[in-house]
């Protein structure tokens, strides 16, 4: 379900975040689905259950998911994410360290509004 980068030098729990948030911002996961359980995923991608785990909270703090007793982990419906604006102010510094850094490189605003649209479009890399 979720490919990860085992060589990459992002943590694994941060890899699987983006790849969740990724799937239900593109409405592949619907609100109220139900993730797969810690353990199943686990198997699948073969890393540790705690790492699954450190995901999953990380996206419930952020307002993503929820957690229901016993039963897992399922997609939050739009109203629950209340902390929307929160995860906004967390993301606009790093994104604008991003960005600087893009400059500093010498991309120009023209290269970054491209960039951006084809992020919007779905696009990438």
Known sequence: MFEL??????????????KIKE?????????????????SLSNDLTINPNTIQKSYRELERQ???????????????IELMSNE???V????????QLIQE???????????LQWFEEAKDGGGE
């Open 5 to 18: 980068d085992l060589r990459s030098r992002k943590p694994i729990y941060e890899q699987l975040m983006e």
């Open 23 to 39: 799937a239900i911002i593109t409405e592949v996961l619907k609100p109220d689905e139900k993730l797969p359980s810690v353990r």
């Open 63 to 77: 307002g993503y998911v929820y957690s229901s007793n016993r039963k897992g982990y399922f997609v939050a419906p």
């Open 85 to 87: 604006e929160k995860i």
């Open 89 to 96: 102010k967390e993301l606009k510094p790093q994104f604008i």
């Open 102 to 112: 893009a400059i500093y490189l010498g991309l120009t605003k023209e290269e970054l």
